[in-house]
């Protein structure tokens, strides 16, 4: 009897550590379908706030074309989010008369880019493209604007030795030294208007016409007869060898870390530079368009956090939602409060995932297009960035919905842009305009890339958007500057 007592009592603790077990599997099961849910909500609302349906899109590109006009019309910062400005690069080469060797600089944050090629002429492609990379020593950083310019200078005569022309060609003595500035990460390299800043400089900011005085004095002291006659945003020298090799190139857009645009416009268009514009002819207008903002962008709440904890609050709106400096942020930042409100990563948020600006745009890319199965390439990269683990797959899957979301909205915006600048130059309905892109976004991010296209043929419809020819620059990385070099001198 006791045996069967005992046999009971056995028998009802494990029925009771087993109903205990099921209902502790049953809460967790519940506890976690309640933060599965709350993570698809954050999600539905994030896609329906970056949401860019063509009505929007068009919103977003006649928004930019009014601020361009207002800009070309008026200094008064009140009337444009764009500040755009004449570069004094024109003419622009034709791909038919330029002959001969040529070279250029690129100045960047802490180096130069030395670069020279041989032009044929008559649409030939180009030929002998050297490029060196030279990193700018602190020394130099630290010294004067004019040890800077002598720097330059002393590495052009190592670099033009090098790669001398050829006996039969026509002496460096009547050519330009190509010259371009390229914007850092936060704009610490950039030309705005008559002034050029170099923040990682002890010469921190300094007259264009000052620069190219120095420099020309630089380059006469160290016996080169090159010359700088215009010293321009990278933008322009993108722009220069898209004119080269395509007579319908009309504008150039920068989308890699930074962003930025300079397109093709005429004298007439620009009044508020008319006193010291030719009468009639071409002009290059760099836009700086990643300052522009309007009422129609698409803008979250992780947006607006990710403003306002820049070292720019209120600037470069439209930036701050199409380049790669900061795709990668927003995603983090959805990502963070995934976690924080729905334990995306477990119960504790990851302390790695709370680091701003780890998350990098190539290795977004890089979840977003992992093509895998159970998504390895996401949980790699987690795990290597983040320090998380243990994901499944329908994590993995969230996370590159994240990523696509984002990457969607920023091509879009992107492609609105471009169909806003021809449509500016009144040539959507029956020319051909070529629009030119260079960097990492465009070049690598092969999703983006596609997003962008189909943004821009959404816009036009298939009647229209052959009239656009969107597609990657020809010379590569670094040769805008050869391609100055070899426009013509401007009459005035």
């Known amino acids: 009897m006791k045996q069967q007592v005992a046999l009971a009592a056995v028998t009802t603790t494990a029925a009771t550590v087993m109903a205990v077990v099921a209902l502790v599997r049953q809460y967790r099961k519940a506890k976690q379908d309640r933060q599965w849910g709350k993570c698809q909500r954050i999600l539905r609302k994030f896609s329906r706030d970056c949401s860019t349906p063509v009505p929007k899109l068009w919103q977003v590109a006649n928004a930019m074309v009014s601020d361009m006009g207002a800009s070309l019309s008026s200094s008064d910062e009140a009337t444009s989010s764009l500040n755009m400005f004449v570069s004094y690069a024109s003419p622009l080469p034709t791909g038919i008369n330029e002959k001969g060797m040529y070279y250029g600089v690129n100045l960047r944050q802490t180096k130069i880019l030395v670069v020279c090629g041989r032009l044929q002429g008559k649409n030939q492609p ?127 857009i920068t ?42 962008l698409p803008i979250t709440q992780y947006d607006t956090s990710l403003d306002a904890a820049s070292s720019n609050p209120g600037h470069r709106i439209f930036e701050k939602m199409i380049s790669g400096m900061y795709l990668g942020e927003i995603v983090r930042r959805v990502l963070v409060r995934m976690a924080q409100e729905a334990a995306l990563f477990g119960q504790s948020v990851p302390p790695k995932l709370l680091i701003p600006y780890l998350l990098r745009s190539p290795d977004m890319a890089a979840m977003h297009q992992d093509t895998s199965e159970d998504r390895e390439v996401v949980h790699e990269k987690l795990k290597e960035i983040f320090g998380i683990t243990n994901l499944t797959t329908m994590a993995r899957e969230l996370v590159a919905e994240v990523c696509d979301i984002v990457t969607e909205r920023g091509a879009r915006l992107a492609g609105a842009g471009t169909v806003a600048i021809v449509k500016k130059l009144g040539r959507i309905a029956n020319r051909r305009s070529v629009i030119i892109m260079e960097g990492g976004l465009y070049e690598h991010y092969r999703i983006f890339r596609n997003y962008l296209h189909s943004g821009v043929w959404e816009m036009l419809g298939n009647e229209l958007s052959d009239n656009i020819v969107v597609e990657h620059s020809h010379g590569g990385a670094g040769t805008g500057p050869l391609f100055l070099a070899a426009s013509p001198t401007p009459d005035s």
């Not at 923040?199 to 300094?206: E, L, M, R, S, V």
């Open 126 to 252: 180009i030929s002998d493209l050297y490029v060196d990379e030279v990193p700018i020593p602190s020394s130099v950083m630290i010294g004067t604007s004019q040890e800077l310019y002598d720097y330059i200078a002393a590495e052009l005569v190592k670099f033009v030795s090098a790669h001398p022309e050829k006996d039969d060609e026509a002496p460096a003595n009547a050519k330009k030294l190509g010259f371009t500035v390229s914007s850092g990460d936060d704009q610490s390299t950039a030309i705005s208007g008559s002034n050029i800043k170099l923040k990682n400089f002890a010469a921190d900011t300094t007259g264009v016409k000052d620069l190219i005085t120095g420099m020309n004095r630089a380059l006469e002291k160290h016996g080169l007869k090159l010359r700088v006659h215009a010293l321009v945003d990278d933008i322009v020298g993108n722009l220069a060898g898209g004119r080269y090799y395509d007579k319908d190139c009309v504008a150039a």
């Open 255 to 296: 989308l890699g870390v930074g962003t930025n645009a300079a397109y093709v416009d005429t004298t007439q268009s620009a009044p508020r530079w008319h006193d010291s514009l030719p009468k009639k002819g071409e002009i290059v207008v760099c836009m700086e368009w990643g300052n522009f903002n309007t009422c129609h």
